[in-house]
C-alpha cells in the first residue's frame, strides 16, 4: 500500500486537546510528544504518550532513501523517571507499516536514552508551563520543512485506501444511494446479509474483515451442489474488498482450484473453540465465567477488531459472528492470508461446470 497516503490523511485529523511539544530537532530526525492528551487510568502509576517522529533521511528499512515516519506509544512514570515502549509503528513510502507491540514489559530508567530523557521532561512537565506547540503532527512538519505532498508513484502489490478517481466514488455512493432508497436502509458492509448481497453464485461459507490499511473484507463461497456432490472436490471462490463508508472498492478474487492449500487452510477453521454467552447473575454461572477466562484485549494504539462471520449449523441459530483483537480465530486468518496472497485476481472466476 502507499503508506505514505494512509499516514498522511491520518495525520490530518485533529484529537481532542492534542498538543505536540519537539523533543528533538536534528539533521537525522524531528521528533514531537503529545503532551496535550495523557492518558492515566484508575489505579495505573504511568501515563501514556504518542510520540511522532520524522526521519530525515529515512530508516533501514526505506533503504535510507526517503523520509520515514515513526510513531510511538510509551508508558511514563513520573516518580521514579522510568518508562516502557509499548508500541511502534515504522512507515515510509516504500514498504508498509512495520509494527511491534509490547504490553508487559519491565520500565527502565529514562537516564539509559538522552532522547527518552528529553521525552520524560516533557511529559512530566505541567501541561500549563507550554506554550510553544502544535495543534497537529502536520503542523508540526510544516513548520520544520517536513511536509511534503506525496509524489505519484506506481502504487505497491496489494489494497490501496481510497485510490479511485472522484468521479469513480460519486457514481458509487450513487448506486448506494439508489439501493438505500429502494430498501429504506443502507446496505450491510459485514456480515452474512451483505456477503449473501456479494454472492458470485455460490454457497456463503465464512467471512472475515480486518485493518490493513484500510478495513478489508474477506468472504468465502463453496461453489457448486455439496449436498448432491458430497465426495466431489470442494470449489471455493474468495472475494476480498476494501470497505468504504460509500460503497466497496478494489474487489479481487481467488479460487481454490488454482490456491494450493486454500481449502486445507479453511478447514483448520472446524477446529477452532467458538465464543461462549453466559449470563453471570449467580454463583455457579460466575465460576463459569471466570473458567471460561477473557479474550484478547485491545490494544490502546492497535488495529481495529476481527470481525468473523458464518452460517450457523443446527436448530440454535441461523448464523454466528464475533469479534476479537487476537487469539486463534486471528491467528488462523492471518494464516489464511498468506496462502491467499499470491492467488488474488483483478477477475472473478468461471464458475465450475455442472456435473
Known amino acids: 500500500m502507499n503508506t505514505v497516503l494512509a499516514l498522511l490523511s491520518l495525520l490530518t485529523i485533529p484529537q481532542s486537546g ?12 524531528a521528533s ?20 511522532f517522529t520524522v526521519h530525515r533521511q529515512g530508516t533501514e528499512e526505506s533503504g535510507w532513501t526517503t523520509p520515514a515516519y515513526t510513531r ?12 516502557h515502549l509499548r508500541s511502534t509503528e515504522r512507515s515510509s513510502g516504500v514498504h508498509d507499516p512495520i509494527r511491534t507491540s509490547d504490553t508487559s514489559g519491565a520500565f527502565i530508567s529514562v537516564t539509559t536514552d538522552p532522547k527518552r530523557e528529553r521525552q520524560a521532561e516533557a511529559v512530566c512537565r505541567p501541561r500549563s508551563e507550554f506554550t510553544d506547540g502544535f495543534p497537529t503532527t502536520v503542523a508540526f512538519m510544516q513548520a520544520h520543512g517536513l511536509w511534503r505532498q506525496p509524489e505519484v508513484t506506481p502504487p505497491l502489490p ?44 455460490g454457497i456463503p ?25 458430497p465426495a466431489g472436490p470442494a470449489v471455493v471462490f474468495v472475494r476480498r474488498a476494501l470497505d468504504s463508508y460509500e460503497a466497496q472498492e478494489q474487489i479481487q478474487w481467488a479460487d481454490s482450484r488454482t490456491c494450493p ?23 455457579a454461572s ?33 448464523s ?36
Open 205 to 229: 461459507v465464512m467471512g472475515y474483515s480486518r485493518t490493513a490499511g484500510g478495513r478489508l473484507n474477506t468472504e468465502f463461497y463453496l461453489m457448486g451442489s455439496w449436498g448432491r456432490e
Open 32 to 51: 514531537v510528544i503529545n503532551v496535550g492528551s495523557p492518558i492515566q487510568r484508575d489505579g495505573q502509576d504511568f501515563v501514556l504518550i504518542s510520540t
Open 261 to 283: 492449500g486454500l481449502v486445507e487452510a479453511l478447514l483448520a477453521a472446524n477446529d477452532l473453540p467458538l465464543p461462549l454467552m453466559i449470563l453471570p447473575l449467580d454463583e
Open 286 to 318: 460466575r465460576a463459569s465465567a471466570r473458567e471460561a477466562g477473557y479474550s484478547t484485549p485491545p490494544a490502546a494504539d492497535g488495529p481495529g477488531a476481527h470481525v468473523f462471520w458464518a452460517p450457523a449449523r443446527g436448530p440454535v441459530a441461523n
Open 18 to 29: 492534542e498538543f505536540w511539544v519537539v523533543t528533538e530537532n536534528n539533521a537525522r530526525e
Open 320 to 355: 454466528i459472528q464475533f469479534s476479537t483483537f487476537g487469539g486463534a480465530w486471528v491467528e488462523w486468518s492471518n494464516g489464511v492470508d498468506r496462502v491467499l496472497e499470491p492467488c488474488w485476481s483483478d477477475d472473478q472466476p468461471i464458475r465450475p461446470a455442472r456435473n
Open 158 to 201: 496489494g489494497p490501496q485506501p481510497y485510490p479511485q478517481t472522484a468521479e469513480d466514488r460519486r457514481r458509487q455512493a450513487e448506486r448506494v444511494l439508489a439501493a438505500e432508497e429502494r430498501g429504506g436502509m443502507r446496505p450491510p458492509r459485514i456480515g452474512l446479509e451483505a456477503s449473501s448481497l456479494h454472492n458470485p453464485g
Open 72 to 83: 510511538e506509544f510509551i508508558a511514563f512514570r513520573c516518580r521514579d523517571r522510568t518508562f
